[in-house]
């Protein structure tokens, strides 16, 4: 599972990223262990003043995010490309209530992709995600990403939308097998 | 083998342990309803909370995305520690989730209160039995999954111990409530959730 990358670019965009979602008084961080989000997963362990949510599958952070939402808190979910497909009813509940909804997703299966198992699910996120009203922004390179967090806040926070970044496999690199 | 004990249970009335009125228990366990926030797995809970509120600007309630309701109440326990959660949902709803029990256990709000009304069936769609009427016990998936305080309310004598521990801990706490397989209060829901999510938010937030 360890991941790739470890170049210093990389762990620079993914600390600017843990930064920014806490100025955007992002306070609850839920996951599924995962290489891809390893810097913002680690940062929110050892912050004091946010909630970091172990998730035994990614559709319990669709409906916990609801329950931050309606108690004036915010939060983000993340997520592998294949856990999208475990949230897929669970979008329901934030289509059918308005609930805004913040995700970021590590892609697999894509761009240099090895692993011929991942490619199902990786390829099915855009389409999947758009069926359910989330919409999708792409990070292609580790410069777009605070830009792009940027738009997705402001689209979930003010705007009161579900959007999904999508941290590609070009910016976080594929696995090497 | 199996099929000949499935079919002898079958065979059986409701189960001894299933015998409290969902009706009189589950307004018996809560009391004051004000008290709490409260969310509701959709089916025979939300009209269980739909009544008890009146539909209230303290009450969530699901008509969809089943499996949800406990992690909505983790994420509101978390965000107000200041208010004490209720999430009463069904057998059914629950064995959707188990998992979330699991994510709970491990963040264990205080504030978080699980009250699992569990009738042994799927009664929305018809009655079928559920996994809680062959055998699967929730309250000890509860414990194995590290929620330390835990109550099984089976009778009238266990309530005032079940209220007890939903009003109290200084833990997250799970309570199963065995019901017959019997209808829930009829109210009119409300199914539109944007218009639950405003009103909740506007009551807790003073603002929409």
Redesign the interface.
Same mark, same amino acid.
């Given at each position: 599972m360890e991941s790739k990358s470890g170049t210093s670019g990389s762990a620079r965009w993914q600390d600017e990223l843990y930064d920014e979602l806490r100025r955007h008084d992002i =306070?609850?961080f839920a996951y599924v262990p995962d290489a891809g989000h390893s810097v913002l997963i680690s940062r929110s362990l050892a912050d004091p003043s946010v909630?970091s949510?172990?998730? =035994? =599958?990614e559709?319990?952070?669709?409906?916990?995010?609801?329950? =931050?939402?309606?108690? $004036?808190?915010r939060?983000v979910l993340l997520m592998q490309s294949s856990g999208v497909g475990n949230c897929i009813?669970?979008l329901?509940?934030i289509k $059918?209530?308005?609930?805004p909804f913040l995700t970021l997703v590590s892609m697999r299966g894509e761009y240099g992709e090895g692993n011929s198992w991942q490619f199902a699910m990786g390829q099915a996120v855009e389409p999947v995600l758009t069926a359910m009203g989330v919409i999708c922004l792409r990070a292609e390179r580790p410069e777009d990403v605070i830009p792009t967090i940027e738009a997705a806040i402001t689209m979930v926070f003010q705007g009161g939308q579900a959007v999904a970044v999508l941290l590609t496999q070009k910016l976080i690199g594929a696995k090497k097998f | 083998m199996e099929s000949k004990s499935m079919a002898s249970d079958a065979a059986k009335p409701a189960a001894p342990r299933f015998v409290l009125d969902r009706r009189v228990a589950v307004p018996a366990l809560i009391g004051r309803q004000q008290d709490f +926030?409260h969310?509701a797995g959709l089916a025979g809970t939300v009209y269980d909370i739909s009544a008890l509120t009146d539909s209230g600007a303290n009450f969530?309630g +699901?008509a969809?995305?089943?499996?949800?309701?406990?992690?909505?109440?983790?994420?509101?326990?978390?965000?107000?520690p200041d208010?004490r959660v209720l999430v009463t949902t069904g057998d059914g709803e629950l064995l959707m989730?188990l998992?979330?029990l699991?994510?709970i256990a491990?963040?264990n709000p205080p504030n978080l209160s699980i009250l699992c009304v569990d009738n042994g069936h799927y009664g929305e769609t018809g009655y079928q039995v559920s996994h809680t009427s062959l055998g699967v016990n929730l309250e000890a998936i509860a414990q194995g999954s590290g929620i330390k305080l835990t109550r099984s309310v089976a009778s009238e004598a266990d309530i005032a111990e079940g209220a007890r521990i939903l009003r109290e801990g200084n833990a997250t706490a799970f309570v199963l409530l065995r019901v017959k397989p019997t209808d829930p209060p009829k109210v009119k829901l409300n199914l539109d959730?944007?218009v639950?999510?405003e009103t909740?938010?506007k009551a +807790? +937030?003073h603002h929409a």
């Open positions: =306070t609850q909630h949510v172990r998730l =035994t =599958t559709q319990e952070g669709v409906a916990m995010l609801a329950g =931050t939402d309606l108690g $004036g808190r939060g009813n669970m329901s509940l $059918g209530s308005r609930f | +926030l969310i969530y +699901l969809g995305a089943m499996g949800a309701a406990c992690m909505i109440g983790l994420g509101l326990a978390l965000a107000r208010k989730s998992g979330a699991a994510t491990v963040m959730g944007a639950c999510r909740f938010r +807790l +937030l």
